[in-house]
């Protein structure tokens, strides 16, 4: 089993910068892809953008070249570097993974506001 437990969201004006972390805990040897995904009222949960173990990334179009995932594998820690915020960018960010016998598993989510 792994656990996800994400921090870093908050208030910021439009323009402004945060970034998010996502920390893993229990069986990490199995993790394999880890993604975020975001989500407001009303509307299904989207991809954000993803990581594959090996480091290969992918963004959602809303969201190249303003925000960066990366992840450290000695750390069990991912991350999202966000600028250039929008107020569109508002939602509850949750932190995923898969793992090797293809389970899901999400955190509680960090709320991300940003104002205009």
């Known amino acids: 089993q792994v656990q996800l437990v994400e921090s870093g969201g908050g208030l910021v004006q439009a323009g402004g910068s945060l970034r998010l972390s996502c920390a893993a805990s229990?069986?990490?040897?199995?993790?394999?892809?880890m993604g975020w995904y975001r989500q407001t009222p009303g509307k299904q949960r989207e991809l954000v953008a993803g990581?594959?173990?090996?480091?290969?990334?992918n963004y959602s179009d809303s969201v190249k070249g303003r925000f960066t995932i990366s992840r450290d594998n000695t750390k069990n820690t991912m991350y999202l570097q966000m600028n250039s915020l929008k107020p569109e960018d508002t939602a509850v960010y949750y932190c995923?993974?898969?793992?090797?016998?293809?389970?899901?598993?999400w955190g509680q989510g960090t709320q991300v506001t940003v104002s205009s």
């Open positions: 995923n993974a898969d793992d090797i016998f293809h389970r899901n598993y």
């Open positions: 229990g069986i990490i040897s199995l993790i394999n892809n």
């Open positions: 990581i594959t173990k090996a480091g290969s990334r």
